[in-house]
Structure formats: C-alpha cells, structure tokens
C-alpha cells in the first residue's frame, strides 16, 4: 500500500510543476473526506482546535474553504484562507505542520517572512501572523512520535526551509492523498490503509525535516517588537470609545513615535492608526452578530470611537463588502 499514495505523489510532482498550483480541482465531500465552505464570521469554529483566532483584513472574492481528512492518529486538511491576521496557537500535546500549497511568499510570523518554509507549530506558541492576501495551504495535525527529528522540536514555532524537490514531493503526496479520500473514500476506511497512508505521511514529513534548515530567528528586536505591539492593543482595547493618537500610544508604551511604527508595520504589515481601525471594525462586526441585546448600530459605532456614522459605515463597508445594518439584520434573522 506504501506505494500507492507514493507513486500518485511522483505523478503529482510533474503534475504540480506544469500547473504551478495545487487547488481543491478534484476534491468532493466523500464519507472520508470533510468538504466545508466559510464566511469570515464564522471560519473559527475551524480554528478552535488549533487554538488560534484570525481577524479579517478584507472580505475577499473567493470563498474560503476547507477539506479535511480524518485518520485514527492524525489529520490532514487544505484550507483556502482569506486575508487576516492570526493569533495563537495553543496545540496542548500536538504539532500542526503547514506546508504551503502556492507560490505566496508575503505571509509573516511574529515579524518573520514565511517565504515558501514550512511552519510547524507544536504546544503554546505565542504567534501574530500577518496574512496579507488569502493563500491555500495544506495542515497535518497529531500528536508528534517520541523520537527524533520531533523530540528535539521546542515548543513554538518553526520555519523550516525545505528543498525544493522535496516540498513538491510533501505537496504532491498531501494532494494525493486527499484526492483518494474524495474518489476513493472505501479504500481509507480500512484500518491497514489507514496505517500505511498515516506512515506515509509521517515519513514524508520526516524527511524534509531531516534535511531542512531551521530558518527561525527570534531576535532581541523582533522580541521587542512584539511586546510593543501587545502593549499598544491593550492601551486600544482598555477603552475603544478613545482614538489615541500615535504620539499618545508610544509615550504611554515607552517608546519612540518611530520604533512604534516600526514594530506595527513589522509584525502587523501595517500603521498603528489602520491597526487600530481594523481592530475595532473586527469588535463591531463581531458585537453587531453577537452582541448583548441585539444592539442597535449607532450604539456599537459609538461604544468603537466611531462617532461620525457616515464615515464608520464608509469604512465598514470597504472593510467588509456590506453596511453594518445589513450585518445586524441578517444576524437578528438567523437568530430568530
């Protein structure tokens, strides 16, 4: 059996190299394979297991999607995300490996450009990953073996930049094997497919951790600018009726006007002022599906600074591609 998804893997290889990009081209709900679209309000319950949050930079045009296999020991998944910045993870016991299924290259963790590396994520990991444009990805989730190369993971996360043959490889046997799940989801019911496809997978992510090259680098200023930045959203978030101005926000985190935009446009790919903007348009939308008693939208653009309506529904709108009372009304609708 070892062979099967391996051999399909090779094939996939060549496949991937013509077409440039993998796609869920191929992939249909099956009793093996989870097929599931999101809007960006309701993408994290699919985050809750990682323990992870994303707050949305733009709608978007394209639906995000998710496929996901489940096996006895491990899960596999592709997701087609969306523009957002993440917060986690917490994986109690548990790594995610995330391997990239495109050619995107401006994704950052916690400062750090992800390039084309693998990220794995293993226990708590303190991470703010900034997402400019929506990516596809493939995710491996289990509980990592007692031996090496796993063992020597710390806890966090890890960039792993991987040979190139090697990741199309890891790509192309992530794309078989959830292909086979769609079109052949009898095959992954039996428990002895299900062992080979897991061992499959484990040693393919073995090996391009074997000969890959941690690429992580935590840097006493990369450090710093994370604790900036944490600093400024709690002064943001301790009271959202009050705009700070940035010379506000860096004399009360202790520190220049010029590090303060430097930490925020590093680690969030963006100005304190639009940060701040997308933090409490993410509050509204979130209060207005939400919130205690079904405010009304003029109370929640007030309780957010937004006190001339006109703009905030401007904004709103740009951000979100509706008004805010289209948000309010189909959410009292779905609850009714």
């Known amino acids: 059996m070892d062979q099967i998804p391996l051999t399909i893997a090779r094939d996939g290889v060549q496949k991937g190299a013509a077409e440039g990009l993998v796609s869920f081209q191929g992939l249909k709900s099956s009793p093996a ?19 992870a949050s994303s707050m949305p930079l733009s709608p978007g045009s394209t639906a995000i999607m998710r496929a996901r296999l489940s096996l006895p020991n491990l899960s596999l998944s592709l997701v087609k995300t969306f523009p957002r910045i993440i917060r986690g993870y917490q994986l109690a016991h548990a790594v995610a490996v995330v391997v990239p299924m495109d050619q995107v290259t401006s ?31 493939g995710v491996a989730y289990f509980t990592p073996p007692a031996c090496e190369p796993w063992s020597r993971l710390d806890d966090g996360y890890h960039l792993l930049s ?9 790509r192309a046997l992530f794309s078989a094997t959830l292909e086979t799940a769609a079109n052949d989801p009898g095959f992954l019911s039996e428990p002895t497919s299900q062992t080979n496809v897991e061992q499959s997978l484990l040693s393919a ?9 941690n690429s992580k680098s935590v840097q006493a200023t990369t450090e710093s600018y994370l604790r900036i930045v944490a600093d400024m959203e709690g002064l943001i978030r301790q ?34 002022h639009r940060y ?22 003029k109370a929640c653009a007030i309780a957010h600074g937004f006190w001339h309506l006109s703009e905030f529904a401007a904004s709103y709108r740009a951000a979100f591609g509706e008004l805010p009372s289209e948000t309010l009304y189909r959410s009292v609708r779905e609850h009714s």
């Open 205 to 213: 992510m073995d090996s391009a951790i074997r000969s890959s090259v």
């Open 33 to 51: 394979l989870e097929l599931r679209s999101y809007d960006i309000d309701h993408f994290g319950d699919s985050e809750r297991y990682a323990g």
């Open 276 to 297: 701040s903007r997308v933090l409490r348009l993410w509050s509204v939308r979130k209060q207005l599906r939400v919130g205690p008693g079904r405010r009304s939208v």
């Open 239 to 272: 009271d959202l009726t009050v705009w700070h101005k940035t010379t506000e926000l860096a004399e009360r985190v202790g520190v220049s006007v010029r590090t303060l935009q430097s930490a925020t446009k590093a680690i969030c790919g963006m100005s304190p």
């Open 162 to 170: 991987v040979p190139s043959d090697l990741l199309a490889s890891l």
């Open 107 to 137: 994704t950052c963790i916690n400062g750090q450009s992800i390039g084309s590396s693998i990220v794995i994520l293993k226990g708590s990991s303190d991470c703010l990953v900034y997402e400019p444009v929506g990516r596809l990805i």
